[in-house]
C-alpha cells in the first residue's frame, strides 16, 4: 500500500547544476561572527535563488503493525530516490523463516523486490545494500543470493555482523534506488 505527502525540495537538492557557475557563488560572504582565536568568521548561506519544486512522498507499507508500532515504513520514495527499510525474513503469519542463511537471504530480497517495484522501481536500480548478518560465516551464503539478485545493478555494498531483533534472523538486508529516465 502506498500513500503520498508533499515535501518541498530546493535546486540545491536536486541534480540539476546551475546555468553558469557564477550563479552559484553570487552570494556574498557576509560576516556574522568573531572566532575565538579572534579572527572574524564568514558564512555563505546557501541559496535556492527563489526556486522550489513541490517532492512527493510516496509511503510504502507491508502491513505490518510493526511498522506503525514503531513508526517507519517498508520503503519511502521521494523523487527518483527509494529507500528500502531493512528487511528481515519475516514469513506469513510469523512462521519459522528457512533455517540457512542463504534461503532467509532470498525471502528478504523477495521483500526488497516487491517494496521496489510498487514504488516504480527495480533490483536493477539499487545502486546501495548493506547486509545485516548475525554471524560473518553466513555471508559467502548470504552473497551468492544478493550476487544473483543484482549480478546487473552491482550496488556499492556493506556487510555487517550483529545480533537481530529476532533470534530466528541470521540476515537483513536494506537497499537504496535511484530510477534513472528511460
Keep these: 500500500m502506498a500513500t503520498a505527502e508533499a515535501s518541498f525540495v530546493t535546486d540545491a537538492h536536486s541534480n540539476r547544476r546551475p546555468s553558469s557557475p557564477r550563479l552559484a557563488s553570487t552570494a556574498p560572504a557576509t560576516q556574522t561572527a568573531t572566532c575565538s582565536q579572534g579572527h572574524p568568521s564568514t558564512w555563505r548561506s546557501a541559496s535556492t535563488m527563489g526556486q522550489t519544486r513541490r517532492m512527493e512522498?510516496?509511503?510504502?507499507?507491508?502491513g505490518a503493525?510493526?511498522?506503525?508500532?514503531?513508526?517507519y515504513s517498508r520503503a519511502?520514495?521521494?523523487?527518483?530516490?527509494?529507500?528500502?527499510?531493512g528487511t528481515a525474513p519475516i514469513m506469513p503469519g510469523d512462521a519459522d523463516p528457512p533455517t540457512g542463511a542463504?534461503?532467509?537471504?532470498?525471502?528478504?530480497?523477495?521483500i526488497i523486490e516487491r517494496a521496489l517495484a510498487e514504488a516504480g522501481a527495480s533490483l536493477d536500480d539499487v545502486v546501495?545494500?548493506?547486509?545485516?548478518?548475525?554471524?560473518?560465516?553466513?555471508?559467502?551464503?548470504?552473497g551468492r543470493a544478493h550476487?544473483?539478485?543484482?549480478?546487473t545493478a552491482r550496488p556499492a555494498t556493506t556487510g555487517i555482523v550483529t545480533q537481530l531483533l529476532d533470534p530466528r534472523w541470521l540476515v537483513e538486508i536494506e537497499a537504496e534506488a535511484v530510477i534513472l529516465p528511460a
Design 76 to 85: 519511502v520514495r521521494v523523487g527518483d530516490r527509494v529507500w528500502v527499510s
Design 102 to 110: 542463504h534461503e532467509q537471504a532470498q525471502v528478504c530480497l523477495a
Design 128 to 142: 546501495r545494500t548493506r547486509i545485516y548478518v548475525t554471524d560473518a560465516t553466513s555471508i559467502d551464503e548470504v
Design 65 to 71: 503493525a510493526f511498522e506503525a508500532r514503531v513508526g
Design 147 to 151: 550476487g544473483a539478485a543484482f549480478a
Design 57 to 62: 512522498r510516496q509511503h510504502i507499507t507491508s
